[in-house]
């Protein structure tokens, strides 16, 4: 399984970017990144995927590095409603015995 | 987007008692589904795969004749905490991935299911 590394905890202020970064250094080739995000008692919402390089969507940014051993999410201009833990997964190709593994996650805390 | 209920949200029972927990997949059909089960402050731990038509796959450490899951359409998977203690209880969550759509595997999370056993 591809494990993944992330810190446990982050603080931000309202308008801040923020920055998450995940490791994962046994990655597979045919691996893609995912992000999810976890309000407390409600499921894990998708976030955003990727594979290499830049992705962006409406709410946030995917910076993968040519070896793909690690990603990191950027979260534009946050608010407090963003207050949230955010997991890294690495997701195998569809037909793959392997299972989503979840991390520790990130909390992230933004204050006003 | 694919959209993925849980009922009930909310449960509370008392010692010894069964409690069926049901996850839908409203909007696609879900090959598979999965259970996870979270602790307070803490990730979520996957229990279960559960396929259609198919007999579930337990992670090592979860008893089979506890949590018995049931995937008898593309559409509904339940859960059944057999017997519950309190130390059953927690946050249960499923996701279901679908037939259609990526490569990968997408993975579609229900809301959740709060269980408080007495």
């Known amino acids: 399984l591809a494990k993944t590394t992330q810190p446990i905890s982050m603080d931000s202020y309202e308008g801040q970017e923020v920055n998450i970064t995940c490791s994962h250094n046994n990655i597979a080739t045919n691996d893609y990144i995912t992000w999810y995000q976890q309000f407390p008692s409600q499921g894990p919402r998708f976030i955003i995927q990727g594979y290499k390089t830049k992705v962006t969507n409406e709410v946030a940014s995917l910076f993968i590095p040519a070896d793909r051993k690690s990603s990191t999410l950027s979260l534009p201009r946050v608010s407090l409603s963003d207050t949230a833990v955010y997991y890294c997964l690495v997701l195998p190709a569809r037909g793959s015995a392997r299972q989503l593994t979840f991390g520790s996650g990130t909390q992230l805390t933004v204050l006003p | 987007g694919a959209v993925v209920s849980q009922h009930p949200s909310r449960v509370i029972c008392k010692s010894g008692t069964s409690v069926k927990i049901e996850c839908r997949s409203l909007?696609?059909?879900?090959?598979?589904m999965f259970w996870y089960r979270q602790f307070p402050k803490q990730s979520l731990m996957l229990m279960a795969t559960s396929n259609e038509g198919s007999k579930a796959t337990y992670e090592q450490g979860v008893e089979k004749d506890k949590f018995l899951i049931n995937h008898a359409s593309l559409t509904l998977s339940t859960l059944t905490v057999t017997s519950a203690h309190p130390e059953d209880s927690s946050f249960y969550i499923c996701?279901?991935?679908?037939?259609?759509?990526?490569?990968?595997?997408?993975?579609?999370f229900g809301p959740g299911t709060r269980l408080t056993v007495l």
């Open positions: 996701s279901a991935m679908g037939l259609a759509g990526g490569l990968y595997n997408e993975q579609f």
């Open positions: 909007d696609f059909q879900a090959t598979t």
